[in-house]
């Protein structure tokens, strides 16, 4: 098993994929998992998540706009 020091991403600029799951987006906006699982909680964060069974998934497209990247 990975660590997320181990892990290894795509670039923002390159990811394909509709939305990324909270490892990816931690690591894109240089955050802990855990800042995301609050803001997904407490729905108070800037992006908000989407529910997918028991996992939390963040829209490509609102990280990118959060973080100015096209």
Not at 8 to 35: I, M, S
Request: charged content about 25%; some cysteine; hydrophobic content about 35%.
């Amino acid at each position: 098993m990975e660590t997320q020091s181990e892990q290894r991403f795509t670039p923002l600029e390159l990811e394909t994929r509709p939305t990324v799951d909270t490892a990816a987006t931690a690591h894109y906006l240089h955050k802990a998992k855990q800042t995301l699982r609050i803001w997904a909680c407490k729905e108070n964060g800037p992006i908000r998540p989407i529910r997918v069974g028991a996992h939390l998934h963040w829209k490509t497209d609102d990280i990118r706009k959060l973080l100015g990247v096209n």
